[in-house]
């Protein structure tokens, strides 16, 4: 019986946009839900999300100017050209 109840963060960074979008069915949401309830490490991931998405909603509608668009672009091929798209940017970069 306990076994059907499990649910593990992994799971949890697997369904938490469709929980977020309510999209998960009774009874995964159920398991989820209780996972939430005594993983503090994933009470925070989602909370970080919904924080994000938050932020992401808040932005302007416009589309940025096209040097804008094409200069973003250029930075993040020389990124991933040089293998660097996983590590972090350097410090000056960060917000």
Do not use: N
Not at 19 to 28: F, K, N, Q, T
Not at 49 to 76: C, G, M, V
Request: charged residues 30%; hydrophobic residues 35%.
């Amino acid at each position: 019986m306990l076994r059907m109840l499990e649910f593990s963060c992994r799971d949890v960074t697997e369904a938490a946009d469709d929980y977020l979008e309510r999209r998960l069915g009774p009874w995964r949401r159920f398991k989820l839900r209780l996972h939430l309830r005594i993983c503090q490490h994933c009470r925070r991931y989602l909370r970080q999300i919904e924080h994000t998405i938050a932020l992401l909603k808040a932005l302007p509608k416009e589309r940025p100017a096209p040097e804008t668009s094409q200069a973003l672009i250029e930075a993040f091929r020389q990124r991933h050209a040089t293998g660097s798209a996983s590590a972090s940017p350097p410090s000056s970069d960060r917000v």
